[in-house]
């Protein structure tokens, strides 16, 4: 398998960024992994809300708890959200997992030539 191949799918595997770090291109690879986590920690920060309200509710006996309740409760709160920002993180995440990909693979394949000499 070549270079180009096993860095883009390193990073389609396992994180942006990663396929960078296997072709010892840290900086880029820093960028995209960063880029990726502040993206994934906004999409885990509203996750942990939504979870923590509900629990409330839970505990405070406004919700019954049984699974359709539950599910109820769970698709109004995503889908009743006026906030746009996590669905901009997701689109940010999957652009940033996208770009990381095709960088990845075309960066190998640069490596891969050999040196052009005048």
Known sequence: ??????????????FPGCGHFYLKS???GAA??????GCMY??????AKIANDISDRIL??????????LMAEITSQLYGSADETQNIATFLLLGCW???I?????????LAKPAETC
């Open 1 to 14: 398998m070549h270079r180009a191949t096993k860095a883009a799918l390193i990073s389609v595997l396992i």
């Open 98 to 100: 996208g770009i990381a």
């Open 32 to 37: 995209f992994a960063l880029f990726a986590s």
């Open 26 to 28: 840290k900086l880029r």
């Open 42 to 47: 906004v999409l885990i920060s509203y996750a």
């Open 102 to 110: 095709i960088d990845a693979f075309i960066l190998g394949r640069k």
């Open 60 to 69: 405070s006996g406004d919700i019954p708890l049984d699974i359709n309740s």
